[in-house]
């Protein structure tokens, strides 16, 4: 996400490198770069202009200490002043009601149902809450049996009346449906509507007023880049919503939106969407996306999200099974699927700092574990549970069953033989202390 405003912005932070000072000369040129990397991402022109008023008046008046070039401290400026143009502090959900009513609203196309599923699993995972949705679209003929389906996968259930075409009937129904079966949170999946649709907003406001909701999520396609901020802006004037969802950030997706809109509606991004999995969607945080915009990664997003998908229990069997050196093809298989849940394997790498600038012409697909997932599955329980059965007749065999080459599955199990080497040397202190011991100085 943001590849190319990252890498305008880089471009215009060489004009000052090299230089031995701040001067109203060189960081006029340089905030002309800037404003010039913003507008091309779609960012609203009175927002880009403010921002590079804003950012030359403290880089003009800041004093360089020795130790820090110009261009790092107006990185560093860059990214506080981003930060707080994006809403500075994180804005979570208030969840402190029971139930709690979330309504969801947004344009047609822009993923409100499935967000409505990811933010049920979420509050259902993360946060240990019971929640209920509720199927409130009667115009689109698929949209309720598409929220019963991610309501089943994710283990959530779903209130539907397929024979009232009242909006607010069934969300009131679906409330005291909730409030009867013990669930602390209420999320109402509204139809998708354009603002030019008078009689559409109107019966939203009359939802609006019928359910009293705590929370009103404004979903948004960031691809559609300052026409999402245009849009936002007219139904908050008629929802006065708490907060937005940013969805399809793992796409194409030029930034303006994200940059934009807090300045403009004066509410915060709450959410964004990374992909289309139930796992994919992320609590915004203002600071961790200004550095990544930067290119200098967000580390703890990624750590965040690796402790989303491993069990301190199934982590400690692991260890043990590390250290006895039993380490297996079924414990590999299993923590490539935990990997894939984290997220789209590019934006998992931007978000190790330094990574990011090295792999933006590099091409990753979602499919990349594909191969080795195959040659894993094309072996036996045996085999897996003892890679060292697998001589070259059976991995002739293997090769075979998975539709790969013979070369691919002997680079495979030389690269887990040499990974489970190291990992059992990891998990031993003596060894690791002597290993550190011997290398050069």
Known sequence: MFENLSDKLDRAFKVLKGQGSITEINVAETMKEIRKALLDADVNYK????????????????NVLTAVSPGQLLTKLMNDELAALMGGTTAELDLSKSPTIILIAGLNGAGKTTFTGKLANFLKTQKNKKPLLVADDIYRPAAITQLQVLGEQIGVPVYANLESKDPIAIANEGIAYAKQHGHNVVIIDTAGRLSIDEAMMVEIEQVKAAVNPHEILFVVDAMTGQDAVNTAKVFNDRLDFTGVVLTKLDGDTRGGAALSIKSVVNKPIKFIGTGEKMEAIDVFHPDRMASRILGMGDVVSLVERAQMQFDEKEAAELQKKIRKNKFDFNDFYSQIQQIKKMGNMKDLMGMIPGVGKMMKDVEI????????????????????????????????????????????????IKQFEDMRKVMKQMSNPAAMASMMKRMPR
């Not at 927002?47 to 800041?62: C, L, M, N, Y």
């Open 365 to 412: 697909q979602d499919d990349a574990f594909k191969n080795i997932e195959a040659i894993i599955q094309s072996m036996t329980p045996g085999e897996k549970g003892n890679p060292d059965s697998i001589n070259q007749s059976r991995r002739a065999r293997i090769a075979k069953g998975s539709g790969t080459e013979l070369a691919e599955v002997n680079k495979l």
């Open 47 to 62: 927002t880009a202009k403010s921002f590079t008023d804003d950012v030359k008046q403290k880089a003009i008046g800041a």
